[in-house]
Structure formats: structure tokens, C-alpha cells
């Protein structure tokens, strides 16, 4: 077996992909454990300035096998019960349509509920899970028991106290009550109340949101931004203003909801690249200038690439210098949506563009949220002052929708500002170093215990692959009842062998928490038997961290 | 391969942006500083407010702001998750339960943006294939709506019931040539309390008598009507005292006359429980910040204790209904 830590050209590569892409999906999967090292035509070891470290390891096949089994006896069920609930055999738990309309066309189809009703329904208790506390490192959730196997919960009325979070996006732990980090916003909020009811072009625009984005277009590097209040909407609301029908959008395989709406609902053709895959995406480009339109041959009006800083499924990290020299070679546009990857990543937590070593000039379009990594809501768009004058003048979002709350563009401010300094404080700064530390803290011991864990090692999002449908709701709740909060995943999110538990590391976590999480993980992976990972622990512990002591 | 080359060399794309006049009225825009309330300051200038959706002035009220302050003590600002992520926190549900029991529905669900909310409602139901029926002066949310849904859509005149009937009856002549397809395809009416392009009321009950003579779902958009239209406030079912079980399900955004920010849909569970797995909007976005949804507790609480709020309301509008128009 080739040794893991084999270095080649100076950088360390465990990631790699063949020439002849043979695979169906886009993630990469090698037959058994060979690695090889990356020989396309793009010499990426020079655009890359420090070393990039990404792992998708495929599991043994046993375990694909059994996962379609686990499916495969679920659906059995599934069908028996749905059979002796039609016949009455079984009480019916769902609700139904009312007497009067019970000759209209019927609402759903009863096949596109089959999914929910047998599988989803058995673990049901993992999700929508409500708490009662601040959603900060530690959170309190309020305790739900189920008498008819989670057709309907029931609130006992106590809380579990203290239960760790490994599953709210709090990456700079932004998320916390403390009442002189707040004073601003309680001010702010005495100030202006809880509401605009106007929308951005019509009375809508308070100082505020002019403080924010001079804020924001200052913390990015760039020359203009504009803020708005969903981060989801941010999309689907701005894609469609830049461009329409003509012009070609070339999306990762694995972008987020917002983005592909975004890109439906401007009309323009959408073709798919498989996911980081720089040689699919630069056939594409090929393909679109060479031959132009599908039916009339006419040339693109535009090329515009979307992609996402960190995919929050994976934890990988968009391969963004690659990117940016294709689009430069080619003359597209680059839309990045840093949703989980502003504050989270960098060295002064700028996001994927400064954790390359980039200029913001490189990217057209760089879009964000506030929602993880500031503890608030909303989302912006920066770039150049031509593109911000074009969206505030044609973006549907301002002249059709409400514009950002104050005290929660407060909140923002107030955590920009301790981010950058300004607040007189170096707390900021601290909290990204704690954020990098806790991150590589937590993914190498989980690698050193055997998981099979996605993603590149500097992403806080760490996705822990359960394979099986019945691990999932065994993780989740073994896990609570050790008071350790997760988020599990499976299909229809993530593909259907793949499901995962994902957690998301914060610079909020103490060492003591973590190490508490990392105990439970490794009793909990010898009794599920979830350590699938066939890489023996490397021998030279220390490797890792030296080579990351720099940012 | 030398004339790839050449093409890949050659082709020029358009700007991204086109370039904006610089003089353009949204560039120059107003700005409000201090809160949006009755009297506004623009660039400096003390206004009286005709421009916001502030119907029931509880903008600045003081018992909304106070409960608002103690959910921000208590919970902080955002929720960092979507709603099945750790992101349901015991003010929303408290909030869906407050909703579902002033419109006297069985359950509500909430969403973080009004836009998003009937946005994410039409596609959670109509997909491609289905056909929706809507009115054409319907406000630009909608309007996204359908667009994402893919399905058939059919406009009819702006409150023309006889145009709404022939459409209708030409689907109906249409079905009669594809039983089979008829039998699957589902159709909606879309319609507003109170059409924000226009300021008129929709016809309802003659509607409802249509609802059940052609066999159509109806969806009511009521942003503009909750708060403002019937005796308690309940909209424009309780204007014309309908049954509120006639209407499939009722949207609203919580950002007219509730002053906080998002929207809701009401109506019975089995068909609003559907939109917790399939709509968007709920799904894949983070949750509702729990002070919003505090202060609208609070909102709603100060609409039930003081139902004369709307006479209010409606003794002003007809006062300058009547001034206006002469």
C-alpha cells in the first residue's frame, strides 16, 4: 500500500483524479486504496501556494452492498404497511383531505410521499429538533417523546440542559448573549424597532444599511456591496438580474438550492460540471465558445461559473486559483458564494479568496451570508461599483422585497468591526486562530481513529460518512443520550448510499468539549462499527501540524 | 484544432453589467435615519409617513420593542441553522401556534422572509403539468412563484369573475378530450385579499361558488389584508364571513402590519405539514431571528387585546378615500 504521506513536487497530495474520467458521479471513487499523483495538463502545484489536502475515501464494497440491502428491506416494509393501511388493517396516522373535497384531483400523488411516509417517518425524532437557549456552543434542547413512533410529539416540559452543539453554524461562536457584546444592538434596537415595512427603493434604505455595506465592501477588499435580507433569496433574486436567456450558467454539481434556483429562474442554459472537476469544466468552456448555441450556433451572450466557497455536504474547498486561470483563459464570469466560507476560512477570516492567497479583483461576483459566521440573517453581494449600481437598480430583491432589519444589521456591524479590528480588541482574530485550531484539532483525531471523513482539512464543516439507513437514527439518538448534539443527513440531501453525520466545528468549542465529542465518537464507532477507513494512522503525528503552523 | 483556437481566441462576451445612468432614481436613493415610523426623517428632512406598510402603527410601540429585548437577552440574534438543523427554537413554535389559533386554522408554518413565503409555497404543490389560474395584476412574489413551479399558468382580467369562468370552462371542455390526464392534473386559483398593484379587493365568495363548481383549489395571498380587512383583523375570510376551512391555504408576510420581518401559511395540516419537507424557502434557509418572532407574538398579542384598532384604521381610510376623491 503506498505510503499516505508520499510527497511529491513539495506538496503533499492524497487527492488526486485519473485522466479518463470513468466514473459516473462527480465525486472521486478509486476501486481499493491506489493512489496516484495528478497528471493533467494544468501544472496546479504552482498556483497553489501552500498545500492542499483533500480526502474522499470510498468505503470497502461490503458496505455499499449492505446499505442497498438496508434500503431494499425498508422499502419492503414500506410497501406491506401502505397495503394494510389501505385496507384498514392498520390505523391511519396522517391526516387527511376534508369531506367536501374529497372528489377534487388529489393534492399529492401517493407515490412522492412514499419516501417520507416509511422511511423518513422511522426517524423522524433526529430533525426539527427545538431548543430554548441561545444556539451557542452549548445549547439547552427541550425534550419531545413520541407514544405512536413519530407520527406526533409530545413536549414532557423539561429541558436537557448543556447539550454540546455540534450542528448550529456558529463558526466565530458570533451566537452568544453576553450583554457588553450586545450593548450596540439593544441600543439599536430601543432605536428602531423590529420592522422597515418598505422596501429598499422606496422607504427602505436607513442609515444603517449604508454603514453596513460601507462596512462590508471594506472588510472584502472590494469597491461597492449591497446587503439584503435572506441570504437565500440573495440568490434567487440576483442571479436572474445578471443574466437571462442567452446566456450559459455553468454550475457545480453539488451547488446548494438558492443557486440552482437562482440560475432556473433566469431563463439562461444551465449545464453541470461534476463537482471541483477542472478538467469537466474546462471541456465545457470549450464546447460552449466552439459551438456556440445548441439550436442557432449564435454565440453565448455571457458565461457566468457558479460555485461555492465550501459545499457544506462535502466540507471541500472550491479549487478557486484553477478556476480563476480557466476564466481568465476563457473570458467567463465567476460567481462565489462564500455562504459557509466567509469568516471560516483565511487568515484573518476573509474567506476562500484570501485563504488562497487571491485578489478579490480575480472574482466578478463574490456573494455571502451573515447567517453562519456572524450570527445573524441575511446576505450581500460585492464586487465592482458598476455590478452594486446595477443590482440596486434591477435586482428584483429592491425594488420588490423588505430590506435588513436594524437590529440586525447591528449585529453585523458590531461583529465586522470586532473582526477587523476596529473595536480595539484582538478578539477577532483570535477567534478565527482558535477556529483553525479546533478544525484541524478535530479532523486529525477523527482520521486517527479510523472514520472515513470527507473534505479538505481546513473546512470546518466535517462530514462523517454512516453509509447505512440504520446507523443514521442510531447515531443521532445514542448521541443525544450522551448529551452531544448532531445534525445526520441522507437522502434525498446527499446521494442515496452516502448518508453522513456532519458537524460543524466552532471557534466557540473549548479542547474539553471537543475531546468529550471525540470520546463519545470513538465508543460510538466501535459499537456501530462505523470506522470503515482502511489508512492506517499515519506514524508521524507531528507531520501535520508543523506544516501548518503558518496560515 | 487551430480553428478551435482561433474561435476560443475571437469570441468576446458582453460586459457583465450593462453601465447604469448615473442619475438613475434608485442610485440617488432616500435615506431614512431614525426608525420608519409616522413621522420619517428623509435626507435630513422631517416627513410625515405616507409611503411605509405601517397600518397598525406598531412600529415603535413600546410592549413589541420591550418583548423583543428580552428574546434578544435570551437567545441572542440569529438562529445559525435551518429549521431541521437545531434552528426550531420554542418562540416559533409558540408563534405558529398563536397563528393558527387567531385565524382559526389548524396549523401554520413559519418562513424568514415574506417574499420567500409564497414564493416557496406555489412550487411546493404545482409542479409541472398542474395548472394555476391567477389573476393578472398579482404582485411580483407570486408571480416568481409560479415562474419556479413550472406549471401552466392562466391569467385572467384583474377581479373579472365572467373571464375567471370562461377560462374554466375551457379547461373543463379540455378535460373532457383527456380523462385520464384530467384525472392528475391539479389545478389552483391564485388570488389577493388586497392586490398591492391595484388596491382592490377580490371577489371571495364568488370564488368559493366557483371552487366547487369546477373543482379548483384556492390559494389566498393575504399580505396586504391581514391586519387590516374584517372586524378582528383576520382578513378578508372574516371581511366577507367565509368559512376559512374553504380556503386551501392562506399566505401572508408578517411585514405590513405585524412590523416585524417573514411570513406565514395557514390552513389545515394536511396540507401545510406537506410544506415543511418540500418548501424551499422553509427547508434550505436559516430560520426566523427569535426577536422578530417575539415581537410578532407580542404584535399579535396587542391585535386581539385591542380590536378596535381596526375600526380605527377603516374610519381613516374612508376619511381619505372620501377628501381625495372629491
Known amino acids: 500500500m503506498a505510503n499516505p504521506s508520499a510527497v511529491c513536487n513539495g506538496h503533499l497530495h492524497h487527492h488526486h483524479q485519473k485522466q479518463n474520467n470513468l466514473l459516473k458521479s462527480g465525486i472521486y471513487k478509486k476501486n481499493g486504496i491506489t493512489k496516484g499523483m495528478k497528471k493533467n495538463g494544468i501544472s496546479n502545484g504552482t498556483l497553489y501556494k501552500k498545500t492542499f489536502i483533500e480526502h474522499f475515501e470510498q468505503a470497502p464494497m461490503y458496505v455499499a452492498v449492505l446499505t442497498f440491502l438496508g434500503f431494499g428491506v425498508g422499502t419492503v416494509f414500506g410497501y406491506l404497511r401502505d397495503f394494510m393501511r389501505a385496507w384498514g388493517l392498520e390505523k391511519r396516522n396522517v391526516a387527511t383531505e376534508r369531506e367536501q373535497q374529497k372528489d377534487f384531483v388529489p393534492l399529492y400523488q401517493d407515490f412522492e410521499n412514499f419516501y417520507t411516509r416509511n422511511l423518513y417517518m422511522r426517524i423522524r425524532d433526529n430533525w426539527n429538533r427545538p431548543i430554548c437557549s441561545v444556539p451557542g456552543p452549548q445549547f439547552d434542547l427541550m425534550e419531545r417523546v413520541t407514544d405512536d413512533y413519530n407520527w406526533t410529539f409530545r413536549f414532557t416540559g423539561r429541558t436537557i440542559k448543556n447539550v454540546i452543539n455540534m450542528g448550529s453554524y456558529n463558526y466565530l461562536g458570533f451566537a452568544e448573549t453576553d450583554v457588553n457584546a450586545l450593548k450596540t444592538v439593544t441600543i439599536e434596537l430601543e432605536k428602531y424597532g423590529t420592522g422597515i415595512c418598505s422596501t429598499r427603493q422606496e422607504m427602505g434604505t436607513l442609515d444603517k444599511h449604508v454603514e453596513l455595506e460601507q462596512l462590508v465592501a471594506k472588510f472584502l477588499g472590494v469597491e461597492d456591496a449591497m446587503v439584503f435580507g435572506m441570504g437565500f433569496a440573495t440568490n434567487s433574486m440576483n442571479i436572474p438580474a445578471l443574466v437571462g436567456k442567452g446566456c450559459l450558467i455553468l454550475s457545480d454539481e453539488l451547488n446548494h438550492t438558492s443557486l440552482v434556483l437562482g440560475a432556473r429562474l433566469s431563463g439562461a442554459t444551465i449545464r453541470i460540471f461534476k463537482h471541483n472537476n477542472m478538467q469537466s469544466l474546462e471541456n465545457l468552456l470549450r464546447d460552449a465558445i466552439i459551438y456556440g448555441q445548441p439550436r ?12 461555492e466557497g465550501i459545499y457544506s455536504m462535502e466540507g471541500s474547498i472550491v479549487h478557486l486559483p484553477e478556476i480563476v486561470s480557466l476564466k481568465k483563459k476563457y473570458k467567463a464570469y465567476l460567481y462565489l458564494d462564500e455562504a459557509h466560507s466567509i469568516g471560516a476560512v483565511g487568515a484573518t477570516g476573509r474567506g476562500v479568496v484570501e485563504y488562497f492567497g487571491m485578489s478579490p479583483d480575480d472574482v466578478d461576483v463574490l456573494m455571502g451570508t451573515f447567517t453562519k459566521s456572524f450570527g445573524a440573517a441575511g446576505g450581500y453581494i460585492a464586487g465592482k461599483k458598476d455590478l452594486v449600481d446595477f443590482l440596486r437598480t434591477h435586482s428584483h430583491s429592491a425594488v420588490y422585497a423588505t430590506s435588513m432589519c436594524p437590529p440586525v444589521a447591528e449585529q453585523i456591524i458590531r461583529a465586522m468591526k470586532c473582526l477587523m479590528g476596529l473595536d480595539g480588541t484582538t478578539q477577532g482574530l483570535q477567534r478565527v486562530r482558535q477556529l483553525g485550531k479546533n478544525t484541524r484539532y478535530f479532523r486529525r ?10 473534505g479538505n482539512d481546513d473546512s470546518p464543516v466535517v462530514p462523517l460518512l454512516l453509509y447505512m439507513p440504520g446507523k443514521i437514527g442510531a447515531f443521532a439518538r445514542r ?9 445526520v443527513v441522507g437522502f434525498p440531501a446527499t446521494p442515496i448510499t452516502e448518508s453522513r453525520a456532519r458537524f460543524c466545528v466552532s471557534a466557540a468549542h473549548t479542547r474539553e468539549m471537543l475531546d468529550t465529542v471525540l470520546n463519545a465518537l470513538d465508543e460510538l464507532g466501535d459499537f456501530l462499527h462505523l470506522k470503515y477507513s482502511r489508512y492506517s494512522k499515519s506514524s508521524h503525528p507531528e507531520l501535520y501540524e508543523e506544516t501548518r503552523l503558518e496560515d | 484544432v487551430q480553428e478551435k483556437e482561433e474561435l476560443i481566441e ?3 462576451p458582453e460586459p457583465l453589467v ?3 445612468p448615473k442619475d438613475h432614481p434608485a442610485l440617488n436613493y432616500n435615506i431614512v435615519s431614525g426608525p420608519p415610523t409616522h413621522i420619517i426623517t428623509v435626507n435630513g428632512k422631517k416627513c410625515i409617513n405616507f409611503a411605509s406598510f405601517n397600518f397598525l402603527g406598531l412600529l415603535d410601540n413600546k410592549k413589541v420593542k420591550s418583548a423583543a429585548q428580552a428574546s434578544l437577552k435570551k437567545y441572542g440574534v440569529g438562529t445559525c441553522g435551518p429549521r431541521g438543523f437545531y434552528g426550531t427554537f420554542d418562540v416559533h413554535l409558540e408563534l405558529e401556534e398563536r397563528l393558527a389559533k387567531f385565524m382559526r386554522t389548524e396549523e401554520a408554518i413559519i418562513y424568514s422572509y415574506g417574499f420567500a413565503t409564497i414564493a416557496s409555497a406555489i412550487p411546493a404543490y404545482s409542479k409541472r403539468g398542474d395548472i394555476v389560474f391567477v389573476d393578472e395584476a398579482s404582485c411580483f412574489a407570486i408571480q416568481k412563484g409560479l415562474q419556479a413551479s413550472r406549471s401552466n399558468i392562466k391569467l385572467f382580467k384583474h377581479n373579472d369573475m365572467a373571464d375567471l369562468e370562461r377560462l374554466l370552462k375551457e379547461q373543463e371542455t379540455e378535460d373532457q378530450k383527456n380523462p385520464r390526464k384530467a384525472r392528475v392534473t391539479r389545478r389552483f386559483i391564485v388570488v389577493e385579499g388586497l392586490y398591492m398593484n391595484t388596491g382592490d379587493i377580490c371577489p371571495l365568495p364568488e370564488l ?4 366547487y363548481k369546477y373543482k379548483v383549489r384556492i390559494f389566498l395571498e393575504e399580505s396586504l389584508s391581514f391586519g387590516v380587512l374584517g372586524e378582528h383583523g383576520r382578513g378578508i375570510t372574516e371581511h366577507f364571513g367565509i368559512n376559512i376551512d374553504d380556503i386551501d391555504l392562506i399566505s401572508a408576510n408578517m411585514e405590513n402590519s405585524l412590523a416585524s420581518i417573514g411570513g406565514f401559511c395557514c390552513g389545515r395540516s394536511f396540507i401545510i405539514d406537506h410544506q415543511r419537507l418540500s418548501g424551499q424557502g422553509y427547508c434550505f434557509s436559516a430560520s426566523l431571528p427569535p426577536l422578530l418572532a417575539a415581537a410578532a407574538i407580542e404584535a399579535l398579542n396587542i391585535m386581539e387585546d385591542n380590536p378596535d384598532i381596526f375600526q380605527i384604521l377603516r374610519h381613516k381610510c374612508e376619511r381619505i378615500h372620501k377628501s381625495l376623491q372629491g
Open chain 1, 296 to 307: 442557432s450556433r449564435r454565440a453565448w451572450r455571457k458565461i457566468l461559473i457558479l460555485v
Open chain 1, 445 to 454: 483525531r477523527l482520521h486517527e481513529m479510523g472514520f472515513i471523513i470527507y
Open chain 1, 479 to 487: 448521541m443525544l443520550e450522551k448529551n452531544i448534539g448532531v445534525v
Open chain 2, 10 to 12: 475571437e469570441w468576446q
Open chain 2, 18 to 20: 450593462p453601465p447604469v
Open chain 2, 208 to 211: 368559493i361558488k366557483l371552487k
